[in-house]
Each structure stands twice: as structure tokens, then as C-alpha cells.
């Protein structure tokens, strides 16, 4: 089997096992965001757990996505106590229309197919030591399966606590138990992965923060 597919297969058979995908309504969505656009819906807004830096921009992402990692906060896979608090509050069907409603923001614009430039050579290295684009696209913007996040463009500090957070281990508040990523992630230093975040968040992307009023 061609390797560069093992972790595309090993992530797909992962989420697998999520729960069956519940119909989705945008317009259900946009009346259960409430306890999401006091971060996300705010452009710039930084949280300060584990560590000072932007939220992401989930406008535009996958809804498949957005799910997937609601799922893993409700789960405890992944650990932030704030999301698990406000993911656990949420049935499969709201989870689906959040997630319908924010993947809907982005469809006014779409990021380019192929990049019109090579990646600089340090963040070319670490690109392909991780292996990135098996899964999440030759742009980064066009992952393989709706289940992987599209990054381009997205915040590098954002990502760089989310790779930090695959390296993290034992710790009740902190970490992330995807095996995949975990061992993706495992062998950068930090600031390989400030090279490597830095250079994402720089590409064409769809992700973006539309504001929302606190008053709807």
C-alpha cells in the first residue's frame, strides 16, 4: 500500500466511529450559536487558556469538521474545559446545525486549487516531515475527507497551541488524544512548529471570523 495513504486511512477509520451524521439546517444553526460567537464570532479576540492566542476562525470550515472536534470536546479526546463545558450542552442535532451554519459562511469565496508558489525551504521540510498534505490537501485549504480541518490561513498561534496540545500528555486540562496527530506532532521542537504554523497561516485560505452581534 502506498504509505503516503496509511494516515488518510488510519484518521478515516478514526472517525469512523463517531456517531451517524444528523440532517443539517444552517437556519436552525444560526439560532444556536450563542455560546459561540462571544469568542468565535469576534474578530481578533484572543483567549488566554492554555496560553494567550487568537481562537479560530471557523467560518468556512468543514461542517463534517466542526462536528468531529465537537465530538471530541463533549468526549474529553480533546481537553479544554471551556469547549467541553459548551460542547456538552449540545445534542448531535445541534452540533450538526452549528456546524451547517458556520460552513455556510464560507461559501462566498474559495481558496486557490494549487499554491502559486513553493513553500520556503525550512517550512518545505517540515511540511513534508509531517506529511501535511496527505490529508489535508496539496494548498492545505482542500483536505482529502470533510473530516479534516482545511488550515490554510488559519491563526498561527491558534495552531501552534492545537499542535502543542498533540504533544501534551497526563494533564487533566490540556492535550489531544488523536493517535494520528499526536504522533505527527510528536517529533517537531516548538520552534519548528512557530516555522511551520507561521507559514500556514500566511496561505489563501476560506476560514474567516464574521462578526456576530451578542443581541440577536
Known sequence: M????????????????????????????????AMCIGCHGIPGYQASFPEIHKVPMIAGQNAKYIISALTAYKKGDRKHPTMRSVAG??????????????EQQGKDGEAPAQLSAEAPADAADLLKRGNCVSCHGANLSRPIDPSYPKLAGQHADY??????????DKNPQVG???AIMKGMAAPYTHAELKVLTAYI???P???KTVPQSRFR
Do not use: C, H, W
Not at 502506498?2 to 439560532?31: H, R, S, T, V
Open 159 to 168: 495552531l501552534y497551541v492545537a499542535l502543542k496540545a498533540y504533544q501534551t
Open 2 to 33: 502506498n504509505k503516503l495513504l496509511i494516515p488518510a486511512l488510519a484518521l478515516a477509520a478514526l472517525f469512523g466511529a463517531l456517531p451517524a451524521a444528523q440532517a443539517q439546517d444552517a437556519k436552525a444553526g444560526e439560532k444556536k450559536i
Open 89 to 102: 450542552s449540545l445534542s448531535d442535532q445541534d452540533m450538526a446545525d452549528v456546524a451547517a451554519f458556520y
Open 205 to 207: 485560505g476560506e476560514l
Open 176 to 178: 489531544r488524544n488523536n
Open 201 to 203: 497561516a500566511s496561505l
